[in-house]
């Protein structure tokens, strides 16, 4: 949102950028609950990630009211994806 509001950045960017702070929010919030949880890291950050995409989704219906359909699905992946290997990292980091 910073990028965005700060710089002058063509609206072709836009989804892209967006998804990718999604992305970089489901790695972290991944790693961070299984390094927390300690365990089942894969499971934890999947999991974040899911939370996370459906919290993005239901944000995107309320300002939109709608969602494309194809897109969501490809974020949904990317984010699932993101937040297991996050977890997978948090887990298996040391103390």
């Not at 390094?35 to 219906?61: D, H, Q, S």
């Amino acid at each position: 949102a910073a990028v965005l509001a700060a710089g002058d950045v063509p609206k072709p960017a836009v989804t892209p950028l967006a998804v990718s702070a999604a992305v970089a929010g489901a790695a972290v919030g991944g790693f961070v609950s299984a390094r927390l949880r300690g365990e089942n890291g894969l499971v934890c950050g999947a999991l974040c990630g899911l939370i996370l995409f459906l919290a993005v989704m239901a944000a995107g219906f309320s300002l939109l009211g709608q969602l494309r359909g194809g897109f969501a699905l490809l974020k949904l992946g990317l984010m699932l994806a993101a937040g297991a290997v996050g977890g997978v990292c948090g887990v298996g980091r040391r103390r």
